[in-house]
């Protein structure tokens, strides 16, 4: 059985940082992706990392402020968040596939979800004063 477990969630001031965690259990992970879902906004990935592909990727909004970590085989993932502001407020996932993804794909994929094919419940990150 496939589980993806998020944490390290939690409510944050502006400016602050936070760093979230993904554990991966009953699968051959290749990589991790991580998403987040604003409220009335569709899911965007905006940091992946992932075997031989030139990874980590990031989207434009979080490049310079977001890092993600991690050590094959890819069964636990880190993403460290600094600079928060409130436009990061959002749910958190951590997502994978049982087949090798290129992230830069992930990463600009026009699907909001990429096609990733398991997913963690996700993790609350709030940005307020």
């Known amino acids: 059985q496939v589980e993806l477990v998020e944490s390290g969630g939690g409510l944050v001031h502006p400016g602050g940082s936070l760093r979230l965690s993904c554990t991966v259990s009953g699968l051959h992970s290749y990589g991790v992706a991580w998403f987040r879902q604003a409220p009335g906004k569709e899911r965007e990935a905006v940091a992946c990392?992932?075997?031989?592909?030139?990874?980590?990727y990031y989207a434009d909004s979080v490049k310079g402020r977001f890092a993600v970590s991690a050590e094959e085989p890819y069964n636990a993932v880190h993403l460290q968040m600094a600079s928060l502001n409130p436009e990061d407020t959002a749910v958190y996932y951590c997502a994978t596939d049982s087949t090798p993804f290129p992230c830069q794909v992930i990463i600009s994929h026009p699907r909001s979800d990429a096609g990733m094919e398991y997913w963690g419940k996700g993790t609350q990150v709030t940005v307020s004063s």
């Open positions: 990392t992932a075997k031989g592909d030139g990874s980590p």
